[in-house]
């Protein structure tokens, strides 16, 4: 089993809708959550972090964390084209200082 | 966020050849770390690089493979050396800022 596991893609979705992208991992442990978009050719960039349980809002962006389902999510309202990237869901363990593990990622496509 | 300067960013080398890429970070950090990002695929950790001692690399990679240089708080080197096709990759510097990570603009490297 792998360690951080994202939903599988790609992903597409008409402008407008919500996308909603999905991530487990297996370290019960795991304190910090993170959530990455990297346009193709760049480096990741952080777009939200999430560090207790329920949801974490950030103007069209959405992180919502189970701890006892070992579970993070990402949702994206109002979908633009320009949300069309890999999203990488990234977790730190719980004694771990910054070290992060990364899931495969999932490409999100929003088309007009 | 930290402002984190990684070069170069990109290169083609002759394979049996070794390059060294450099990371220099806009304030003091405790840890840097180096990730590879192959073609198609995630983020793996490749080592920590902490300032004053040796770098603690994850299963898999090895010293002699990715030396590592720490000489202060702000700047850290990777080389890849005796490179092969195989090492054909993105590699990227990140640090941590607060509870969250950062990364660098990425080494496009390319092995002929």
């Known amino acids: 089993q792998k360690e951080v596991e994202q939903n599988s893609g790609p992903l597409s979705v008409p402008e407008g809708a919500i996308a909603s992208l999905n991530c487990t991992y297996s370290?019960?442990?795991?304190?910090?959550f993170f959530w990455y978009r990297q346009y193709s050719g760049k480096s990741p960039e952080l777009i939200m972090s999430?560090?207790?349980?329920g949801d974490k809002e950030d103007g069209r962006f959405t992180a919502q964390l189970n701890k006892a389902s070992q579970y993070v999510s990402l949702l994206i309202r109002d979908s633009q084209p320009s949300d069309s990237a890999t999203y990488l869901c990234?977790?730190?363990?719980?004694?771990?200082?910054?070290?992060?593990?990364f899931g495969q990622g999932t490409i999100l496509t929003v088309h007009p | 966020s930290a402002v984190i300067s990684q070069k170069p960013s990109r290169d083609i080398c002759q394979r049996g050849t070794s390059l060294t890429i450099q990371c220099q970070v806009d304030?003091?950090?405790?840890?840097m770390f180096w990730y590879r990002q192959q073609p198609g695929q995630s983020l793996t950790l490749i080592a920590t690089?902490?300032?004053?001692?040796?770098?603690?690399?994850e299963s898999g990679f090895v010293i002699d493979k990715f030396p590592i240089s720490r000489p202060n708080l702000t700047f850290s080197t990777l080389t890849v050396s005796n490179m092969s096709p195989e090492d054909s990759s993105i590699y990227l510097c990140?640090?941590?800022?607060?509870?969250?990570?950062?990364f660098g603009q990425g080494t496009r490297l390319t092995v002929v």
């Open positions: 690089a902490n300032q004053g001692s040796e770098a603690t690399y």
């Open positions: 304030s003091q950090v405790t840890m």
């Open positions: 370290d019960r442990v795991s304190q910090s």
């Open positions: 990234a977790v730190r363990g719980g004694t771990s200082y910054g070290k992060l593990t």
């Open positions: 990140s640090v941590p800022k607060n509870t969250e990570a950062f």
């Open positions: 999430i560090y207790s349980n």
